[in-house]
Each structure stands twice: as C-alpha cells, then as structure tokens.
C-alpha cells in the first residue's frame, strides 16, 4: 500500500486506469493534495486515503492551467530521489516569478523578507 506517498511528490502511474484523464501509464504527476473520502454511502466510516494530481509534461513542467483530477494511490508509485530533485528544481524555477513563493519543499508556501530598509 502507498502510504507512503506525502504532497510535494512526484508520482509515475503503474496502469491504464487515468486514461480518462489523458494520463498513460509511465506518466509523471505532481501531488497536489489529497483527502480522505467515504468509500460507501452504506457505511460513512470506511474511509480511503484520495490523492489530487497535476499533470507533469515532458519537460517536467506542471500543467496547472489543465486542472487537478483524483487519484488512487494504488495506480502510482513515487519517482525516485534524483528524479524528484530535478523535477523540484523544475518546479521552483517555474513559479519562482510568483510573489510570496518559497523555493523550499513545499510548493506555494509564504516567504516572509526581514528587509526592513525601504
């Protein structure tokens, strides 16, 4: 099982089961988020672990504009080390022009300048 898997990651898909989606197996994501969902409308309290990708074009760039889309993290797997710094430093040069972005580990997180001079 993939519990494994944190936000932040990058993921490559193992099967054909996000080909609704565009997404072919051997394919990189980008973890956006995840969530814990009802299984059953029979039972409310049996839950499971849902993952929010993004899609990753060859180049390593997330495609944003194209949406975010569940995913069972049985269908994914996590990319390995090397592949997932490259593919950080991908991302970090991406929306390093957004105001308030951290080139840090997590995406999107608020950067605070103690610059005080004006």
């Not at 993004?54 to 797997?77: E, I, M, P, Q, W």
């Not at 991302?91 to 005080?116: I, L, M, N, W, Y």
Request: glycine fraction near 10%; proline fraction near 2%; charge should be negative.
């Amino acid at each position: 099982m993939n519990k494994g898997i944190q936000v932040g990651q990058y993921v490559i898909v193992r099967n054909s089961k996000l080909k609704a989606n565009g997404i072919l197996k051997g394919k990189v994501l980008y973890v956006a988020g995840d969530a814990i969902v009802s299984v059953s409308e029979k039972d409310p309290y049996e839950l499971r672990r849902i993952l929010v990708g993004c899609k990753v074009d060859d180049r390593g760039f997330l495609l944003v504009d194209d949406g975010g889309f569940t995913v069972d993290a049985k269908n994914v797997k996590v990319v390995d080390d090397q592949l997932q710094a490259e593919l950080d430093m991908i991302r970090a040069a991406q929306f390093a022009d957004e105001v308030g972005v951290d080139e840090g580990p997590e995406c999107g997180t608020s950067k605070v300048s103690s610059d005080t001079t004006h």
